[in-house]
């Protein structure tokens, strides 16, 4: 099943911050972040697994809260080359990743 | 310089033609997945292969087909069976269940 993204959009100005989240329904081993700007290929960001291991960008910072399933990505002092959408996918020991429906993000000089 | 690459970049189908996308990577990657992407969603897993030569159903695989021959390629077929394949079709590399690293994608039109 897919994993929900809250919220489905966001606007910010520079410099803001803003917490993105992703709940799944499933036991996780791990999750992971993609960002995808219009037309391109997502790019990772972050992978987070369970045990507490991370792996990923020094700017960008997420949460993994094994107990409910669920994630939290957080962009802190966000810049105009922050904009996209934002991906979480979710996978469970020895499954592929499902993604999230995903959460767009603007942000404005 | 090691990545992964997709081709073509555009492409069109008419009516009950089967077409072949191409994906290449030579980041020495054992695993490999194809997912389509339609406008405003998320990416959906197709097939996937961990290894040469296997390969695996994902969640849209009908209408679908690919191969393993070579670690470094997975190439897909559109067949004529999938009714509405007007997507953009992305290909992703992995080792184990790491980071997925994705190539630039083939936008499909059926015409």
């Known amino acids: 099943q897919q994993p929900v993204q809250s919220p489905q959009a966001v606007i910010l100005r520079e410099g803001e911050d803003a917490v993105i989240n992703c709940s799944s329904s499933?036991?996780?081993?791990?999750v992971h972040w993609y960002r995808q700007k219009h037309g391109e290929a997502p790019v990772f960001l972050m992978i987070?697994?369970?045990?507490?291991e991370q792996k990923g960008h020094e700017k960008i910072s997420a949460s993994f809260n094994e107990k409910k399933q669920q994630s939290s990505l957080y962009l802190t002092a966000s810049q105009l080359s922050y904009s996209g959408t934002y991906f979480c996918?979710?996978?469970?020991?020895?499954?592929?990743?499902?993604f999230g429906g995903g959460t767009r993000l603007m942000v404005k000089p | 310089d090691g990545g992964i690459t997709q081709s073509p970049k555009y492409l069109f189908r008419k009516e009950g033609q089967n077409v072949t996308l191409s994906c290449e990577q030579n980041l020495n990657h054992d695993a490999m997945y194809w997912y389509r992407q339609d406008p405003g969603q998320g990416l959906r897993l197709i097939y996937y292969?961990?290894?040469?030569?296997?390969?695996q159903k994902g969640d849209i695989a009908e209408g679908y087909s690919v191969s393993r021959e070579k670690k470094e390629s997975f190439p897909l077929t559109v067949t004529s069976a999938q009714k509405n394949p007007t997507a953009f079709y992305l290909c992703?590399?992995?080792?184990?269940?790491?980071?997925?690293?994705f190539g630039p994608g083939t936008r499909l039109t059926v015409l």
């Open positions: 292969s961990q290894i040469v030569n296997d390969f």
């Open positions: 996918g979710t996978a469970s020991a020895g499954n592929m990743l499902t």
């Open positions: 992703a590399s992995s080792t184990d269940y790491n980071e997925q690293f």
């Open positions: 499933k036991a996780l081993y791990s």
């Open positions: 987070l697994l369970k045990g507490g």
